[in-house]
């Protein structure tokens, strides 16, 4: 079966406690994995300001997660996302290779970084 890259990101209300949010993403890639995925990256930027109000809320608890799946699961994470109350907006996305390459890049500098910074600490 081939894979494809995707990326999702997907912001939640900002007045859920950390240990919801954390249910809430656990709850996600529950879907991913039982449903054929494999997770490659979950970055959790936190809470951020939003450009507009959504639901009279001004700011969201934003995560995205990048994974390799069949093409058949992103309309089964999309029908999660309507479900759920918590979330409230999302985007699925497909990568392309320059994208795949892009974040792996990324990730590699920002290991680096925090290795820096560890050892200037000590």
Same mark, same amino acid.
């Given at each position: 079966m081939h894979l494809n890259d995707y990326e %999702? =990101?997907?912001i939640l209300t900002p007045v859920l406690s950390e240990e919801q949010i954390k249910d %809430? =993403?656990?709850?996600?890639h529950k879907i991913l994995t039982d449903n054929g995925a494999e997770i490659v990256h979950?970055?959790?930027w936190g809470m951020k300001?939003?450009?507009y109000p959504i639901k009279k809320k001004t700011s969201g608890v934003y995560t995205v997660i990048e994974f390799?799946?069949?093409g058949t699961i992103v309309k089964a994470l999309e029908t999660e996302y309507h479900r759920d109350?918590? =979330?409230m907006r999302h985007l699925c996305i497909a990568l392309d290779k320059h994208a795949v390459a892009y974040n792996e &890049? &990324?990730?590699r500098k920002l290991s680096e970084?925090?290795?820096d910074e560890t050892a200037t600490a000590e």
């Open positions: %999702t =990101v997907f %809430t =993403v656990d709850k996600f979950t970055d959790h300001k939003l450009a390799k799946a069949p109350e918590r =979330v &890049k &990324k990730r970084t925090k290795v």
